[in-house]
């Protein structure tokens, strides 16, 4: 390991060993919620008029999240809640300013931001590490999600989950009651259990108002699991019957190749089954599993010399997902990339389906203290393409530590379960072992991650080594972040994500935060931000620096302004066209660049009906100039029908002999939410990086909970010249049924 990596380990486990005093910091005047056992049914018809309702204990007295974090809400909301052995019922009178309330779409899982909503979170093993999320709005529309990471950043949100559960919401002057049932096999708890931490928050876009029972601060995001209350059960819970889940598909899809030109069709039969293992484990099951409902992923402008990161969206992968991919560095160096499995290369290199024969996933907690993922997945054999069947293997481990913090052990197996004459023994199989610990301070002041993996691979160098971390200090005024990386030359992770190997990377970040008084403005905020690459095996040679500057201003009004100062610094190691033109002259290995380019970014009020985000940069791009444009308009007609226009331009000048180029991309999209059932959505994309011309045509019906019938239209062209590509019209049903 070389001696500067082991300066920066040592640095890092010395600053997280100090930082975890802040572990004993017990937050104060913590509220609390007692939660009362009935006898009585509860219907649910948005009138909270039963009498269990008038006994039970009140949630109330919201604060304010933004535009501050040091008033009582305005407008304020009041929880009760009541439970029997089977089901959760929640009550909530949520006050309004009057009738303008904003509900965008009517179409489930929907974002918080920009419309009004009241969401719950329940942290069920006061954990302050995960928790599931219920929420909904006037409409009656319903959300959940999956909350991992403490709820530090956006990244721990997880919106495909999907259970059943019931809402009605009902409008009255002044105010809307939404009341739910939430089946208590839905959470995953301790038999026996008295408490779980809890908190609210609520989005009112007429008060201008985002506000949350246990009070958090402004410089914390609002779904973070630091700032809860409890919530105490009159009588301890019992072990809660659970029902098996199956859910079987039929598919039939009709495609035509137009070079050369084909046609086929293809019928399949699959499905899933989720079996829960007590409170707090779930085993899911799938058989030829099919992904061809699951929204089209949006393109990316990719002008970089690394591949670019796009999440995942299958549901089988979703359910307790951070115990799989929340090891090593997110977007560099991440030992499981869930998307690996099932998509391979053909033998032009194109990034091809490579079929799931089938796969199993148990996950949970063992105890209140340690949580289990293991995942095995087969897939198939593509004799054409060269591609050998594999089998995928997965095993982590998190054991909690201090109040918030956890210690992890994560192995990644990929294994060649039928050698044939075009795998090379080198092939045959990569191992990756790993160990991260994640810090948490109780009140989230500091938070940071170090690990250690190592590589197995035949034939493989010594140099199989990827470690690094990072350590914040958040308060109020002031963020300070400081991490580092490392990854061998050797390091390899066939189920992962590695954006480059060779590197010895460190990134600093400082940002100040000003709250003016009696202002339009809510918010100044200063950053900079630093990042310098050496690389080792070619004697430390300083390959990439960064440095930007950037200042943003946040209005009242929830718009933004932020201005930026970027200045690079590359040394390639390869020949490179930054265009990304077929015949373009590249820029040569071994040389150097320095360049810097401004940006100026402007997002508009996102509760108005027209809205939109508008960037620009110019400046310097390696050795010539780039101006870059991109936009994002929306337009809606509530709650019915959303259309929104997402484009963005590249004009890239290099001097003579290398390429100049216009890169553009434009993405087009409609949505129809008919009903709360039935939706209907389009989407258009194209890139002329690559040629390409797309369309995504999805209707989906909801004719029963979780259970959908999709019919799908895929189009694609390539625009030069102009030609058809391929075509497919799929149709496929799903059904749930509780066993």
């Known amino acids: 390991m070389p001696r500067l990596l082991k300066n920066l380990t040592f640095l890092l486990l010395s600053m997280i060993c100090q930082s975890l005093v802040a572990q004993d910091n017990i937050q104060g005047n913590q509220k609390e919620i007692t939660v009362k056992w009935i006898e009585e049914e509860i219907e649910l018809d948005g009138a909270l008029n039963e009498a269990s309702w ?35 019922y929640v009550g909530i009178k949520v006050y309004l300013q009057g009738d303008d309330y904003v509900v965008p779409s009517l179409k489930r899982d929907f974002r918080a931001r920009g419309n009004d909503n009241i969401t719950m979170m329940f942290d069920t093993y006061r954990d302050g590490t ?40 009902k409008v009255y002057d002044g105010y809307y009651i939404a009341e739910m049932k ?55 819970l019992d072990k809660v019957k659970t029902q098996f889940a199956v859910i079987p598909y039929v598919s039939g899809n009709v495609s035509q190749e137009f070079d050369p030109s084909s046609t086929s069709t293809d019928f399949s039969i699959g499905g899933d089954a989720k079996i829960p293992i007590g409170n707090s484990l779930n085993l899911d099951l799938t058989v030829n599993p099919d992904f061809s409902q699951v929204e089209v992923d949006e393109l990316v402008i990719n002008l970089t010399r690394f591949e670019a990161f796009l999440p995942e969206k299958r549901q089988f992968f979703i359910d307790n997902a951070d115990l799989f991919s929340d090891f090593g560095n997110a977007t560099s160096a991440n030992p499981f990339f869930s998307r690996r499995i099932g998509i391979a290369k053909d033998l032009d290199d194109n990034n091809i389906e490579n079929s799931i024969i089938a796969g199993a996933r148990l996950s949970g907690k063992l105890n209140k203290n340690l949580r289990i993922g293991v995942l095995n997945i087969q897939t198939a054999e593509d004799a054409a393409n060269e591609i050998p069947t594999n089998n995928n293997t997965v095993v982590a481990l998190q054991q909690k530590v201090f109040k918030r ?43 940071g991650k170090y690990y250690l993996h190592k590589s197995f691979t035949p034939e493989s160098g010594n140099k199989d080594l990827s470690s690094g971390g990072f350590l ?90 932020e201005m930026a100062l970027n200045h690079r610094y590359t040394y390639l190691l390869d020949d490179f066209d930054p265009t990304g033109s077929d015949d373009g002259i590249p820029l040569p290995a071994f040389s150097k660049y320095n360049y810097t380019k401004l940006d100026f970014t402007y997002q508009s009020d996102n509760r108005k009906d027209f809205l939109y985000e508008v960037r620009t940069d110019l400046g310097e791009f390696f050795n010539g100039y780039k101006y870059s444009l991109t936009s994002d308009f929306r337009y809606r007609v509530q709650p019915y029908f959303t259309a929104s226009f997402r484009s963005s331009f590249n004009y890239i000048d290099l001097p003579d002999p290398y390429p100049t180029e216009s890169v553009w991309f434009v993405g087009p999209k409609v949505e129809f939410t008919f009903t709360k059932n039935l939706f209907w959505s389009t989407f258009i994309q194209f890139n002329s990086l690559d040629e390409d011309f797309s369309i995504n045509s999805r209707l989906q019906w909801r004719f029963r909970p979780l259970s959908d019938l999709y019919v ?28």
């Not at 992890?408 to 044939?420: E, L, Y």
């Not at 008084?517 to 100044?524: E, F």
């Open 54 to 88: 008038s006994t039970a204990e009140v949630a109330s007295e919201f604060w304010q999240h933004f535009p501050t974090d040091t008033l009582l809400s305005s407008s304020q909301t009041e929880i009760k809640m009541l439970f029997d052995k089977k089901y959760l």
């Open 130 to 169: 995960n928790a599931f999320m219920f929420g909904t709005n006037p409409e009656g529309v319903q959300r959940e999600a999956l909350i991992s990471g403490g709820g530090n950043s956006f990244k721990d949100f997880r919106s495909t989950w999907d259970v059943k559960w019931e809402n009605i919401s």
């Open 182 to 236: 939430i089946p208590l096999a839905s959470f995953k708890f301790r038999d026996q259990e008295t408490q779980w931490r809890f908190t609210s928050y609520r989005f009112d876009t007429q008060s201008n108002q985002w506000s949350t029972w246990a009070n958090t601060p402004q410089n914390q995001i609002v779904m973070n699991l630091a700032f809860m209350g409890l919530m105490t059960f009159e009588k301890p």
């Open 405 to 447: 913090s956890n210690i992890g052990f994560i192995f990644v197996n990929r294994q060649v379960t039928k050698m044939t004459d075009f795998v090379e023994d080198a092939e045959e199989f990569n191992r990756v072992l790993g160990l991260d610990f994640n810090l948490r301070s109780e009140d989230n002041k500091w938070t």
């Open 472 to 561: 914040e200090y958040n308060t109020r005024d002031w963020k300070f972040n400081i991490g580092g990386i490392y990854v061998g030359d050797d390091f390899q992770s066939d189920l992962g994500f590695i954006r480059r190997n060779d590197i010895v990377t460190i990134n600093p970040v400082a940002t100040r935060i000003f709250y003016p008084a009696g202002s339009k403005i809510n918010t100044h905020t200063i950053e900079v931000r630093g990042s310098t690459t050496w690389s080792p095996d070619l004697d430390f040679k300083y390959t990439d620096g960064m440095v930007d500057v950037e200042y943003q201003i946040a209005f009242r009004n929830q718009s933004q302004i």
């Open 712 to 739: 799908v239209y895929n189009d694609n062209y390539k625009t030069t010249p102009f030609s058809p590509g391929y075509r497919a019209l799929i149709v496929k049903f799903t059904y749930w049924i509780n066993i």
